[in-house]
C-alpha cells in the first residue's frame, strides 16, 4: 500500500479517500497498511463503509496523515485481541516441543496486541486498560457508540444494512452478527445527578427544542476544558455512567444530551430523542425512561413559553390599538 499511496501523491492527488468493509485479516500485512497511511505525503480520509473487524479497525485508527475517520451510520466496528491457531499431533516429543512453540507464540501475541492497544487508545485518549477490557471481550461498537468514544471522528447517513452475515468461524462469538447492538461491558444505569442537573436546566429555559444533535470527541473535550480535567462538568452532561468503569475517564459515561456553549450547558431535545432510540435497542429501560421523562418536561416547558409569548403579544397588540384610538381622538 505504501507504493500505491506515494503514487497517488506523485500523481498530484491533494488527498486519499479510503474505505474500508472487511472482517480483517493478517495483521501484519494490517499494521503495515495503517503505518502506509500515516506515513503518506498528502492527507487521507479514511471511511468505514460496513464493517471494520480486527485488524481492519486499526488501519482505521491510522494516526499522522489521516486527518478524519468517518463511518457510516449502519456501519459497526469489532474490537479483540490478536489470536492465531497452532496445532499439535505426535508423541510426547512433539507436545513438548509444541509446548514451547505455545510459550513463543504467547509472547508475539502479547507484543501484537500492544501495538494493537495503542493505536486505539492513541486514536481515543482512552485508558488503556479500558480497551484491554474491551478487547479481550470481544467488543462491537455501532456508529453512534463509536462516535461517542472517539474511534472515528464523524458519522454520515447511509441506507440501513439489509443483511448480517459473517463467515462461521471467523470470530470468537460466532453468535455476534454484526446489525447488533454493541457489547456494553459492566452495569450501566442511569446517572441521576445528571437527570436532576437536566431538571434544573430546563426549567431555567437551558434547552434547545428544535435544534440538530451531533457529539463526537472534540465536543467531550470542550466539555474537559482547557486543562481537560473537567470530568465534574463532563459528567453532567451525559444522562447515563458505568458503574465498572473508572471514574474521571470517558468510558464512565455515556448518552450525552448537552452541549457547552459558551460557559453554560444546554440540553437538546433531539439528543434525548436519540437515547431513546438507542436505549430502546439496547434494552437500557431506566435510560428510556429517564430521557422520556426530560422530553415531557421540556416540552411542557416550551408549550408554558409559547403562551407566555402569546400573552405578551396579545397584551402588546391591545395596548398599540389603545393608543390608536386615543392618537385618533
Same mark, same amino acid.
Not at 444533535?213 to 472534540?218: I, M, R
Given at each position: 500500500m505504501r507504493t500505491q499511496v506515494n503514487e497517488l501523491a506523485d500523481a498530484g492527488a491533494d488527498s486519499i479517500d479510503v474505505r474500508i468493509n472487511s472482517y480483517g485479516g493478517d495483521v501484519f500485512e494490517g499494521l503495515a497498511m495503517a503505518h502506509a497511511l500515516a506515513a503518506s505525503p498528502v492527507g487521507v480520509v479514511v471511511h468505514i463503509d460496513g464493517i471494520a473487524a480486527s485488524i481492519a479497525s486499526v488501519v482505521a485508527m491510522a494516526g499522522g496523515s489521516v486527518t478524519e475517520t468517518r463511518m457510516a451510520s449502519s456501519a459497526q466496528i469489532m474490537i479483540h485481541n490478536s489470536w492465531t491457531e497452532l496445532r499439535f499431533i505426535g508423541d510426547q516429543n512433539t507436545m513438548v516441543e509444541g509446548m514451547k512453540q505455545i510459550e513463543r507464540m504467547t509472547g508475539v501475541l502479547q507484543t501484537i496486541d #500492544?501495538?494493537?492497544v495503542n493505536a486505539y487508545a492513541t486514536k481515543t485518549q482512552l485508558p488503556e486498560e479500558t480497551i484491554r477490557q474491551w478487547m479481550e471481550e470481544e467488543t462491537w461498537f455501532d456508529s453512534a457508540t463509536s462516535l461517542e468514544f472517539g474511534f472515528v471522528d464523524s458519522v454520515v447517513e447511509q441506507a440501513e444494512v439489509a443483511a448480517c452475515d459473517i463467515p462461521r468461524g471467523l470470530f470468537r462469538d460466532g453468535r455476534t452478527l454484526f446489525c447488533k447492538p454493541p457489547?456494553?461491558?459492566g452495569e450501566r444505569r442511569v446517572r441521576k445527578? !445528571?437527570?436532576?442537573? $437536566? %431538571?434544573? @436546566?430546563?426549567r431555567s429555559g437551558q434547552f434547545n427544542a428544535s435544534g440538530s444533535? !451531533?457529539?463526537? $470527541? $472534540?465536543d467531550g473535550n470542550r466539555l474537559l476544558g482547557a486543562d481537560g480535567d473537567d470530568w465534574e462538568r463532563f459528567a453532567k452532561a451525559h444522562l447515563a455512567e458505568n458503574t465498572d468503569a473508572d471514574h474521571d %475517564? #470517558? $468510558?464512565r459515561y455515556s448518552y450525552p444530551f448537552a452541549h457547552l456553549e459558551g460557559s453554560e450547558l444546554v440540553i437538546y431535545r433531539s439528543a434525548l430523542a436519540a437515547i431513546r432510540q438507542r436505549s430502546s435497542a439496547e434494552d437500557d429501560g431506566n435510560i428510556y425512561s429517564a430521557a422520556g421523562r426530560l422530553m415531557d418536561l421540556m416540552d411542557e416547558e416550551s408549550d408554558a413559553n409559547a403562551r407566555s409569548?402569546?400573552?405578551?403579544?396579545? @397584551? #402588546? %397588540? @391591545?395596548?398599540l390599538l389603545s393608543q390608536a384610538r386615543a392618537d385618533i381622538c
Open positions: #500492544k501495538h494493537i457489547v456494553i461491558l445527578a !445528571s437527570e436532576d442537573y $437536566a %431538571t434544573e @436546566r430546563i444533535w !451531533s457529539f463526537d $470527541a $472534540a %475517564t #470517558k $468510558a409569548r402569546q400573552v405578551l403579544s396579545h @397584551r #402588546k %397588540t @391591545r395596548l
